[in-house]
């Protein structure tokens, strides 16, 4: 493997940092630790860490209200997804570009009533402009460059990100697409 080769965790911190993202929103929970492991060993954008997912969400729709800028929200799979739901149908109401990534369980692990498992994708189809499962690290630069064009094209909206947690920890040469 290359040396430049990268955990999926740390690809999703390098799509931010290409994103010129300043601040993220976000309360940790399991299946986003590895995502968290990397928020905390960079220094180009903020992590607020909030008390509940639905502040960090509520908090990513004012930071973008105020600012124009596409809002960051980052929760945990099941529950952590769920209690997002109330801000995110806020800001799709509102039209508030917004990309919210969701940890889910491992890709073996869906659709086998895991621990903290819900289908993120389908409770939040209704309340948002799209939404994106991970299947494979392959896709994770190409999906969130696509989850930050989506929010803030057109009419602007709500993007959800679901990814599941192996695919944080697996390794893969970082390349952000261009257009």
């Known amino acids: 493997m290359s040396s430049n080769h990268i955990s999926g965790a740390e690809i999703v911190i390098r799509c931010l940092h290409e994103e010129k993202v300043k601040f993220v929103f976000g ?20 992590h607020v860490l909030v008390r509940h997912e639905q502040a960090a969400v509520h908090a990513a729709d004012a930071y973008s209200r105020s600012t124009g800028k596409v809002g960051v929200a980052l929760v945990t799979s099941g529950p952590g ?14 039209s508030i570009p917004m ?34 499962l991970v299947k494979d690290i392959k896709d994770i630069a190409s999906t969130i460059k696509k989850a ?14 679901d990814i599941p947690k192996d695919i944080t920890a697996e390794k893969y040469e970082f390349n952000y697409p261009k257009s």
């Open 148 to 161: 930050f064009y989506v929010a803030s094209s057109g009419r602007p909206g709500p993007v959800l990100v």
């Open 27 to 46: 309360y940790p929970g399991g299946a986003v630790l590895n995502i968290y492991d990397a928020v905390f060993q960079q220094n180009k954008f903020k």
């Open 81 to 94: 997804a769920t209690n997002a739901v109330t801000g995110i149908a806020t800001a799709y109401m509102d």
């Open 99 to 132: 990309v919210i990534i969701s940890g889910q369980v491992p890709t073996y692990a869906i659709g086998q009533d895991a621990f903290q498992e819900c289908d993120t994708v389908g409770i939040t189809r209704p309340c948002v402009k799209h939404n994106f």
